[in-house]
């Protein structure tokens, strides 16, 4: 079995659409009714134990957080993606705008999950040393930023052909009122950066310092037939219900 950890912003709703194609078995259990790394949103035990009864090859979602002890324990394929802090932080903002959660960047700058999210979302607090020890344990991290080549790698760790629909999901650098770190002011960009500091430093380590992604070639997908899309349409509807009745009984 996999567990695979979407962090927000790290191209996560794209893979988690090819784990769907490719993985009849996978389950996806995001939950984000309190806000991105709120406590409240994580994968219980018990969930756990009930969601691996549902003939499960892999699960995967925002709920699923490494420092969850019984998922520590698990003999699993773990996998996730992170991506260049800066831009992830501008992206989650640009989301929270549109979804009208934060009117401004002064507003989003001033919510306290929004610092270092990729260390607290895999540590549940903000300390890079277990940050960085719980992914020297994961069997593969992925570069948001170098998709496709993240992908070659993981197709040739797990021996799997991908399946993709070439649909580009949660896009809206086109929009013209996105704000990127450009746009900031001087004293914007800089509280931006402190904000991500630890974040930086964990990009760094574990994507830029070896850059070994870069060097695979772009992951060409397999296109599913129209017969394997209406049936996971079918099999994704089933396993939601199954999820979402699991999940709302705890």
């Known amino acids: 079995m996999f567990l695979f950890t979407h ?14 194609l490719t993985f009849p078995g996978y389950v996806h259990v995001t939950r984000n009714h309190y806000g991105g790394n709120d406590f409240k949103n994580d994968l ?30 698990e003999k699993s394929f773990n996998i996730t993606f992170l991506r260049n802090p800066i831009e992830r932080y501008m992206s989650q903002f640009n989301h929270e705008r549109e979804m009208g959660f ?3 960047i002064e507003s989003f700058i001033a919510k306290d999950y929004t610092e270092n999210f990729m260390v607290n979302k895999l540590a549940g607090c903000n300390d890079f ?3 960085k020890k719980i992914l020297n344990n994961y069997d593969f991290i992925g570069d948001a930023n170098n998709y496709l080549k993240s992908i070659s790698l993981l197709a040739a760790k797990m021996n799997v052909n991908f399946y993709g629909d070439g649909i580009k999901r949660n896009s809206r650098r086109q929009n013209e009122n996105y704000l990127t770190y450009e746009d900031l ?5 800089s509280v931006v950066l402190e904000q991500n500091k630890l974040d930086i430093d964990l ?48």
């Open 185 to 189: 002011s001087s004293t914007q960009q």
């Open 102 to 104: 934060s009117e401004n």
């Open 203 to 250: 990009y760094q380590d574990f994507i830029l310092k070896d850059n070994y992604i870069t060097k695979c070639q772009k992951y060409d997908f397999k296109k599913p037939s129209i017969l394997r899309l209406k049936i996971i349409q079918k099999l994704d509807k089933i396993k939601r219900q199954k999820v979402n009745k699991i999940r709302r009984t705890q």
């Open 7 to 20: 962090i927000e912003k790290c191209a996560g709703t794209s893979f988690n659409r090819t784990l769907s």
């Open 44 to 73: 219980t035990h018990d969930e756990f134990k009930q969601l691996k009864k549902i003939w499960v090859s892999g699960i995967g979602g925002h709920s699923v957080r490494p420092y969850l002890s019984f998922l520590e324990i």
């Open 129 to 131: 040393n277990l940050a």
